[in-house]
């Protein structure tokens, strides 16, 4: 019978797949008939897959043959790559009898109704001594690709972290599963996360699908997060969709990681898809779009996922795809995210070998630059430079095969830079049948709308649209929030437009260089003089408000002598190691500036140090790295330089992208930009909500959130008033009052480590440190264990409390319980002895509960106690008030606990063993010695027969079921019951005590 949590969670999941998307659910019970517990695969049904799919390639040996292939695939992420290579593409395999390999493909993509779509509940699987049950598992053709894990609202303390814990635990306890699973999904109803199989991500770097797309619903995620997730990424077509075209491995840091796509992702690449594929089937005549997806969001990978996609569709004909950047960097960030991704893409080097590649009609995927699309410059070998240029005119004037062919498509990066002026017309002239699609991380400015209106189709800006708001709402990046601190180190009007001027990077070179000489020398003294001021002012801050966080910066400076400027006055405060020049090397620098030249590979290595090393820990740049240049350990930009449009929106959003214990992204503007926002910003305020916010907002915040725990706990007289006891045992005792006070303190903590040590934090420090020893004391209490996060996030909240008088009281009033049979003999007999109080009462239930939660899939007699104990602990926290009403119960069952625990060992007989004899007793109603009598005599009698690995063979398994049954109706028979009665019992036990030995003796009986 379901519990309450399976009937509430479960189902809806089940229920949406079975009756709307057309899964075929089948029970546990009747999976149970056809099954090995020790294999993941359902194989019986994967092998008449095979055969189905492959009619008249392979035979039934061949079939299992391939089964047992993948059975051997290792149960490890490699594993798992290895096993997503065979699922997209085949496996090659040599049947019996034939001199040569066929692909046997495990799914058929081009039928989606020749598959087998199945779900099940509570599936049981075990792996050497681990045995484990996922909540719901989906098969196609009998192979496991997903699973979710599932958690009640109705209760307080199963959450989204709880379910988070048992993936990793199922992920390491029973990998074989996980050999095969593509990713997981967790979910307590208010919210459904997903990750890919194996991944380290945190809880809250875990993704949210918020799109149904293709299907339209009239529901929000946020309306109904289960069934927008379910059809989004659970109905068919799109979960074949999502594992053909949208997982892929790559390395990282030298680590194999395994990547899936974000739902704007998966709806930009099929619109582009849908639109490229009607057209050239003439069921349409749509060649151009717009993807306007904001910055940190994925739109290197969206590119790539369309790319993939595109040439792998066999009704485009072995297409031609033209990837274009504007910059040689982002060439080689896309060039190393293809690389990364184990694809193959050819690299259009040089306008020469650009040319010839189109010239020559190429197919596959070609990345270059726009600067590429122009005439061969003049050579030392005159032929060459004469025979490019006529391959150039030809290729322009529409005379070449790829010229007139429908299926070539050019996707182009950060199209309001690259659309414009000679290049983009050569482009579309060598390009003239092409479809065109431009992605942009920027909206389109108020100027440039004319321009990509008349680039799109009549009456669309933007075939795909992900805004700064959308992206941080979902988590995808962070808000960003500036200061202004331009009043006090403000630069005079001559000084900011002269250094500017000398910088301006659409300039040629020969325009660079007259506009430098402008910078005369005595400009140069008063940029120094001001640099002086505010690097002191950056080094302060960096040291006092980021670098205890854990987390880097950049320094922006106006043009490349203010980087030489900077480097040296921040080594006057911080250590020379801590920051690092980047910029780019001209010819006739000056020696001031030619110590800062760097090599291509000593940038890249500072770049990789920076991400992930300890230093450098600030970059100092003027034009690199403030496009393109993703870190997420990146959280401040000290921007001292006048940027506007897309350039400024580019800059900032450096800071943007999450990770672990980073909340905001912060700008702390010298240059004046912030002070109006507006004026820089030429697009339309519909488009740049959320672009930034005010510093201030969040002192506003921490201020509010305050107040509100201030209230929660009864005002400052009360908290100075009451004691740690009053409020933890007390007052927090109610689960509804201690989850709120969690959250609620959580969000303060997070405000208060961002914004410490701003002054504005002193009128509250006193009342924040005892609000913090109560959250402290609670989590120890109620969690059982020191708060995990506690240390790592909270870093500068630890600080402070750390040696606090609070401190040591949580220590002496609040020690950590220990989750062992002889700490809950103490408890117990505290209670026997009548010394209970109700803090020692807390710590039983808590005991109790977390004894359930890791044994209630042992057995019937485990899980019937389990059962009782959830019960109770339940009425306690509906009823917290009253927990010394609940006395003896608790008594009782931790009496109860420890004889479980300790009875195996009393009876002579291993944990295994233990179990049946339990199932006996109860089942039969004997004593349990007879039980014991009962499982010593079956164990000799099946101890040959039950050899290590019995379980995978079904003839071994049919002789021992047989030997149980006759067994246990030699022992019913001895009770004189009614033949229609016995049968009936026989019938009720038999399975369930053949089920245990199956479960747990998989090894053999010793």
Known sequence: MPTPEERISEYPFVNILSNELGWKYVPPSEL?????????????????????????????????????????????????????????????????????????????????????FLVTRQFYIKEGENRRRPDIVLFINGIPVVVIEVKSPTTETETLEVAYYQIKDYESAVPKLFVFNQFNIISDWTEVLYAPTFSDAPLDMWGKWKDPYPHNLNVTYEEDPIRVTAYGMLSKENLIDIIRNFIFFRYEKNKLVKIIARYMQFRATNKIHYRVLRTYLSEDNKKTGLIWHTQGSGKSLTMFFTAWKLYRTEKLDNPTIVIVVDRDNLEQQMFETFQKHKFNVKRASSIPKLIEMLYNDERGIILT??????????????????????????????????????????????????????????????????????????????????????????????????SIEESIRDGFTVPIYYQYRGVKYKVDKELADKLFESEFWMLDEGAKKKLQKKVDRKLLLKLRKRIELVAKDIAEHYQKYIE???????????????????????????????????????????????????????????????????????????????????????????????????????????????APRKEFGLIVDYSGVFENLEKVLNFYQEDIKGVAYNYDSLKEGFKNLYNELVEFLGGIDQ????????????????PAKGKFFEEKYQQLAKLFEFISPDPFLAPYIDTYKKITAIYKAY???YKGKKDRKFREYYKKTEKIIERSVEAKEIEDKFPLIKFDVE???????????????????????????????????????????????????????????????????????????????????????????FLLMSFLHEKLGVDKQTAKKYVLELKEELKDKMFDGWTTRE?????????????????????????????????SIHKEFFELLVENFDEGWK
């Not at 009619?55 to 594993?79: F, R």
């Not at 030997?963 to 009770?975: D, G, I, P, Q, T």
């Open 32 to 116: 149970r008939e056809e099954r090995d517990y020790n294999s993941a695969l359902l194989k019986d049904r994967l092998i008449r897959a095979l055969l189905r799919i492959n009619a008249g390639k392979i035979s039934k040996e061949d079939a299992e043959q391939v089964v047992k292939k993948l059975e051997y695939l290792p149960h490890t992420i490699e594993g798992n790559r290895d096993f997503l290579e065979i699922l997209k593409n085949g496996l090659s395999f040599k049947p019996k009898g034939s001199k040569f390999h066929k692909t046997v493909w495990l799914i058929d993509y081009d039928n989606i109704e020749n598959n087998e």
């Open 369 to 466: 630059t726009v600067q590429k699309f122009q005439e061969p410059r003049e050579s030392k070998d005159k032929g060459r430079t004469r025979r490019y240029r006529e391959m150039f005119e030809a290729l322009k004037s529409g005379n070449r095969p790829i010229n007139k062919r429908q299926n070539v498509i050019v996707l182009t990066d950060e199209s309001h830079r690259s659309q414009y002026g000679v290049l983009a017309i050569n482009m579309r002239a060598m390009l003239s049948n092409a479809f065109i699609f431009g992605f942009t991380g920027t909206p389109v400015a108020k100027d440039e709308r004319n321009t990509f209106e008349k680039f799109n189709p009549p009456g669309e800006l933007y075939l795909d649209r992900y």
């Open 548 to 658: 205890p966080l854990g987390f880097k910066g950049q320094v922006v400076a106006v043009n490349r002598w203010a980087c030489a400027y900077y480097k040296e006055e921040l080594d006057k405060y911080l250590p020379p190691e801590w920051s690092e020049v980047v910029f780019s090397p001209r010819d006739d620098d000056p020696p001031e500036l030619r110590k800062y030249h760097k090599s291509k590979e000593k940038i890249e290595e500072i770049v990789e140090k920076f991400r992930h090393g300890d230093t450098p820990k600030l970059l100092i740049v003027t034009n690199m790295l403030l496009t393109g240049f993703d870190a997420p350990v990146n959280q401040v930009m000290y921007l001292d330089k006048p940027l506007r449009d897309h350039n400024l929106l580019q800059a900032i959003a450096r800071v943007n992208r999450p």
């Open 719 to 734: 908290i100075n008033k009451n004691t740690l006891d009053y409020y933890v045992i007390g007052y927090l005792r109610d």
């Open 779 to 781: 989590v120890r209490k």
């Open 823 to 913: 700490y809950l003999e103490k408890l117990s007999s505290k209670i026997e002895n009548g010394e209970a109080d109700d803090s020692k009462l807390i710590d039983l239930a808590v005991v109790l509960k977390s004894w359930s939660e890791r044994n209630k899939n042992k057995g019937p007699a485990y899980q019937k106690l389990s059962e009782r104990i959830e019960k109770l602990i339940k009425r306690i926290y509906e009823n917290a008030e009253k927990i010394k009403e609940f006395t003896k119960q608790l008594h009782e069952l931790s009496q109860e606990v420890i004889e479980i625990e300790k009875e195996p060992v009393k009876y002579g007989l291993s944990s295994e063993e």
């Open 955 to 987: 003839s071994a398994k049919a002789e021992v079921e047989q030997s149980v049954r006759l067994f246990l109706l030699v022992k019913l028979a001895e009770m004189n019951l009614e033949p229609s009665e016995l049968e009936k019992k026989l019938d």
